[in-house]
Structure formats: C-alpha cells, structure tokens
C-alpha cells in the first residue's frame, strides 16, 4: 500500500507561481510512476502531468503545456508540481497519483492510476 501526502496549496494571484509537493510512503519511490490530477467543481477529474520512475519521460496535459512541469526527487520520495503564470481557471484540487512501474511510458487516464493523495486545493485571483 502506498501512502500519499500533498503539501498545502494556497491562493495565488493571475500570473503567479506556486509548487505543490507530494511524499509517498509505504513503497519504494523509485519503483513508483507518479502523476498529477486536478478537479474543478462541477467538472471532470483531469490530468495535468506524469513523470516516469526515472523521469526520463514527462508529459503534460495540453491546458498546461509550457507553464507547468513535473520532477521528483526519488532520495526524498517526493514528486513536485511546478506552476508558473497561472490562470483563474488553473482553481482546482490537485492530486497526487502514482502507479507501479511497468516500463517508460506516460499514463495520463486517472484508471491508471491505483493510489491517490487527499487532494490541496489551488486557487487563482484574477
């Protein structure tokens, strides 16, 4: 079983940054993919970005692409989020989410995904 724990998001204004970080227990990082999600109200649950165990391969979701980026850190067992010129419509809870390793490729459909952090809301003023 795989524990994870997002840091707390916050409130930022239009065109600011913020990073969220993610800490996994209970399996060896390295052997994690990991990926994350977010959900506005009223709205699906959508993928942002996933990075291999290695991190030799990211990808982005296309309404984040060249703002946002994944990274982790598999000595500290942390995955983060790093989100620049964020928009009002970036408001949302992010999820952490990570899967075991099978292979280098990217998973973005939540099905994919067997364990899930309790979520940090986000939210950006405009």
């Known amino acids: 079983q795989v524990q994870l724990v997002e840091s707390r998001g916050g409130l930022v204004q239009a065109g600011g940054s913020l990073r969220v970080s993610c800490v996994a227990s209970?399996?060896?990082?390295?052997?994690?993919?990991m990926g994350w999600f977010r959900q506005a109200p009223g709205k699906e649950r959508e993928f942002v970005g996933g990075?291999?165990?290695?991190?030799?391969?990211?990808c982005l979701g296309d309404s984040v692409k060249g703002r946002f980026t994944v990274s982790r850190d598999n000595a500290k067992n942390t995955v983060y989020l790093q989100m620049n010129s964020l928009k009002p419509e970036d408001t949302a809870v992010y999820y952490c989410?990570?899967?075991?390793?099978?292979?280098?490729?990217?998973?973005?459909?939540?099905?994919?995904?067997?364990?899930w952090g309790q979520g940090t809301q986000v939210t950006v003023s405009s």
């Open positions: 990075l291999t165990w290695s991190g030799d391969i990211l």
């Open positions: 209970g399996r060896a990082f390295s052997s994690l993919h």
């Open positions: 989410a990570a899967r075991t390793a099978s292979g280098s490729y990217c998973y973005t459909r939540r099905t994919e995904y067997n364990y």
